[in-house]
Antibody, heavy 120, light 108 residues
Framework: EVQLVESGGGLVQPGGSLRLSCAAS????????MSWVRQAPGKGLEWVAN????????YYVDSVKGRFTISRDNAKNSLYLQMNSLRAEDTAVYYC?????????????WGQGTLVTVSS | SYVLTQPPSVSVAPGKTARITCGGN??????VHWYQQKPGQAPVLVIY???DRPSGIPERFSGSNSGNTATLTISRVEAGDEADYYC???????????FGGGTKLTVL
């Protein structure tokens, strides 16, 4: 059974940093692109970033470029999102999602999400 | 950047057919995926590559895509189908994944 479990969310002040983790199991993690998708309170879904199987390609939504870094550790079956210079508008539930093909493919499995709140 | 437009809400009586649209410039040339999200839960993939259904998704869910509009169709709607639905594509010009704004399906 495919499982994605996020952790690392919490309350952080504007300008602060946070590192999210996603533990994957039930599939060959190193064979799939992976993504982070977020959802602000009461709002829709927004893709944040994705990363190729070997970490050699990474893409970001414009609003987080230069502030967020996606990474992975295939030996640990884990995906990460380092978030720096956080802003109030980054407040959201952050989901880890398996990104089948990295381009035209769907997000076929999702974690339950971890809440990030940016507030003073 | 590529924009996907969905109606904010759709209402339908139980047993009837609901159609949720997703508009985009020449969206018919792209692969469209649809997600269902119930309150407090993570999204679930219900249609991928325009019209394919993942295992476990009822046959009542179907999809089509042509021209500037993709459509998610839910036949014989049930109370349990009440949820937010999102369409999604990959924008090859930016290498970005894009979601529509979402449609709240209300079962009357």
């Amino acid at each position: 059974e495919v499982q994605l479990v996020e952790s690392g969310g919490g309350l952080v002040q504007p300008g602060g940093s946070l590192r999210l983790s996603c533990a994957a199991s039930g599939f060959t993690f190193s064979s799939y692109w992976m993504s982070w998708v977020r959802q602000a309170p009461g709002k829709g879904l927004e893709w944040v970033a994705n990363i190729k199987q070997d970490g050699s390609e990474k893409y970001y939504v414009d609003s987080v470029k230069g502030r967020f870094t996606i990474s992975r550790d295939n030996a640990k079956n884990s995906l990460y999102l380092q978030m720096n210079s956080l802003r109030a508008e980054d407040t959201a539930v952050y989901y880890c999602a398996r990104d089948g093909h990295g381009d035209y493919g769907p997000f076929d499995y999702w974690g339950q999400g971890t809440l990030v709140t940016v507030s003073s | 950047s590529y924009v996907l437009t969905q109606p904010p809400s759709v209402s339908v009586a139980p047993g009837k057919t609901a159609r949720i649209t997703c508009g985009g410039n020449n969206i018919g040339s792209k692969s469209v995926h649809w997600y269902q999200q119930k309150p407090g839960q993570a999204p679930v993939l219900v249609i991928y590559y325009d019209s394919d259904r993942p295992s476990g998704i009822p046959e009542r869910f179907s999809g089509s895509n042509s021209g500037n509009t993709a459509t998610l169709t839910i036949s014989r709607v049930e109370a349990g189908d009440e949820a937010d639905y999102y369409c999604q594509v990959w924008d090859s010009s930016s290498d970005h994944k894009v979601f529509g704004g979402g449609t709240k399906l209300t079962v009357l």
